[in-house]
């Protein structure tokens, strides 16, 4: 067999080789970022060939699950304080901990009309936000509403969701009126929408940590701060720092 003809049946053995596939990990992602993270895994996996399989969640619950040996490699969560902690009691590793996304609160609504949180004092049936007690965006909420002197005087009204993507859900199904969501959720989707001021609630600064390091994990990670990931993030309705 001549040089030539090896080669030639070199090159046709690897246009019909199957494609190396890269590593799989397993992201646990808070309930705010669902909408963000299908542009962010394709991206991934065009970039790296590795991909991503989505857990999501309130940020309490996915935590629970974490310390419990929940099988992740990353945490994207909605808050500072739960990765925070895993790096602290070294469930996650301690240096990999960084805010890849700030998050913004509104009212939202798909049937009444407003154009201020004044609406908050109408007739309306009920209200929907994040549990407090579990999602930080359900913190932001109550920090917003007590701050106007409203948080009392709605009791009555509030319903609460496990974190904010049910609260969104009590929106569109019409079991609340109205809701304290997340920007990202609602900028793509008809409604009226008013953005809460900044200065109204804590900042909601969304960390991730990395809990098992692999070269994929890592990756992810570069991905999240690189140019392309920031942009993706920044056209879904998040800040950046």
């Not at 590793?93 to 609406?119: K, M, N």
């Not at 019409?174 to 304290?180: D, F, K, N, S």
Request: proline share 5%; aromatic share 8%.
């Amino acid at each position: 067999m001549t040089g030539t003809i090896k080669k030639t049946l070199l090159m046709l053995a690897l246009l019909v080789a199957p494609r190396v596939l890269g590593d799989e990990i397993n992201v646990a992602i808070a309930s705010n970022f669902s909408s963000v993270s299908p542009p962010i895994g394709e991206l991934f996996f065009e970039t790296t060939g590795h991909r991503a399989v989505f857990s999501y969640g309130s940020t309490g619950k996915l935590y629970a699950q974490i310390v419990n040996g929940a099988p992740f490699h990353v945490f994207l969560a909605a808050d500072s304080a739960r990765p925070e902690l895993l790096a602290r009691n070294q469930t996650a590793i301690s240096d990999t901990r960084f805010t890849y996304a700030i998050g913004q609160i509104v009212l939202w609504s798909t049937t009444i009309e407003f154009d201020s949180p004044e609406i908050l004092k109408s007739d309306i049936n009920h209200i929907a936000m994040a549990n407090e007690k579990l999602a930080p965006y359900g913190q932001a909420a109550k920090q917003f509403l007590s701050g106007v002197g409203l948080w009392d005087r709605l009791q009555r009204k509030i319903v609460r969701g496990e974190n904010v993507s049910q609260a969104l859900q009590f929106v569109e199904s019409g079991a609340a009126g109205i809701g304290l969501v997340s920007l990202s959720q609602v900028q793509f989707r008809t409604g009226n929408v008013y953005a809460i001021p900044a200065d109204q609630h804590a900042p909601i600064a969304q960390q991730a940590v990395l809990l098992a390091d692999t070269p994929a994990a890592r990756a992810f990670f570069t991905l999240l701060r690189s140019e392309a990931g920031r942009q993706v993030i920044k056209k879904h309705g998040y800040l950046v720092p």
